[in-house]
C-alpha cells in the first residue's frame, strides 16, 4: 500500500486561494491513480478529484469543476489540490487517496481506492 499525508488545510475566507499537498511514500506512487474526496460534518464523503496514474487525464465533481485543479509530480511523490474562489460549502476535511491497485482506470467511487490519508481540514468563512 502506499502512505500518505495531506497538508495545507486551514482557515480561509470566502474567494480565497488554498493549495492542499499530498505526501506518498511506500509503494511506487506513480503507478497509481490518485484523487481528493471531502467530508462536512453530517454529510458522507464525497468525490471531489481525481488523476491517472501519469497525470494526463483528470476528472473534477461538478460542485467544484473550473475552481479547482489537481495535479501530480511523480518524481517528488507529490499530489495537490490548487482550490480557488473557495465557498462556505467547500467545508470540509479533505483526503487523499489512492487507487487500490496500479494501472487502474479512473473511477469516482471511494471503494476503489484502498489508501487514504489522515485528512486535512479547510474551512471557509462566509
Known amino acids: 500500500q502506499v502512505q500518505l499525508v495531506e497538508s495545507g488545510g486551514r482557515l480561509v475566507e470566502a474567494g480565497g486561494s488554498l493549495r492542499l499537498s499530498c505526501a506518498a511514500s511506500?509503494?511506487?506512487?506513480?503507478?497509481?491513480?490518485m484523487a481528493w474526496f471531502r467530508q462536512a460534518p453530517g454529510k458522507e464523503r464525497e468525490f471531489v478529484a481525481r488523476?491517472?496514474?501519469?497525470?494526463?487525464?483528470?476528472r473534477y465533481a461538478d460542485s467544484v469543476k473550473g475552481r479547482f485543479t489537481i495535479s501530480r509530480d511523480n518524481a517528488k511523490n507529490m499530489l495537490y489540490l490548487e482550490m480557488n474562489s473557495l465557498k462556505p460549502e467547500d467545508t470540509a476535511v479533505y483526503y487523499c487517496?489512492?487507487?487500490?491497485?496500479?494501472?487502474?482506470?479512473?473511477?469516482?467511487?471511494?471503494?476503489?481506492?484502498?489508501?487514504w490519508g489522515q485528512g486535512t481540514q479547510v474551512t471557509v468563512s462566509s
Open positions: 487517496a489512492a487507487s487500490r491497485f496500479q494501472y487502474m482506470p479512473g473511477s469516482d467511487r471511494s471503494a476503489d481506492f484502498g489508501s
Open positions: 488523476i491517472n496514474w501519469i497525470g494526463s487525464t483528470t
Open positions: 511506500g509503494r511506487t506512487f506513480s503507478g497509481y491513480a
